[in-house]
């Protein structure tokens, strides 16, 4: 069993930059693969980034490509989602998933967060 807490939402301007951490608890976690969704009001949940449990393997959506980065700290049990640039249309709880197999383009995580409120005014 693995549970993830996000933090580091808040409001920010058009243009700013913020920082989601995601502590998981486990065993395990440095064997999981991690990653990052979003779910915008009134819009379907969308896969945002996913990391490859060695860290060597990064994968993301073309809306974030160039301003958003994911890392991770296996000693840390922690997962991060840095983001730059940050858009109007960035609003959106985000949530930390996990699972313990590859990621592939129909990956679905089994393990998820509560979620944390991104807001961008613009």
């Known amino acids: 069993q693995v549970q993830l807490v996000e933090s580091g939402g808040g409001l920010v301007q058009a243009g700013g930059s913020l920082r989601l951490s995601c502590a998981a608890s486990?065993?395990?976690?440095?064997?999981?693969?991690m990653g990052w969704f979003r779910q915008a009001p009134g819009k379907e949940r969308e896969f945002v980034e996913a990391?490859?449990?060695?860290?060597?393997?990064?994968y993301y959506a073309d809306s974030v490509k160039g301003r958003f980065t994911i890392s991770r700290d296996n000693a840390k049990n922690t997962v991060y989602l840095q983001m730059n640039s940050l858009k109007f249309e960035d609003t959106a709880v985000y949530y930390c998933?996990?699972?313990?197999?590859?990621?592939?383009?129909?990956?679905?995580?089994?393990?998820w967060g509560q979620g944390t409120q991104v807001t961008v005014s613009s």
């Open positions: 990391i490859s449990w060695r860290g060597d393997r990064i």
């Open positions: 998933a996990a699972s313990s197999g590859s990621y592939h383009d129909k990956w679905r995580p089994t393990y």
């Open positions: 486990g065993r395990t976690f440095s064997s999981y693969t």
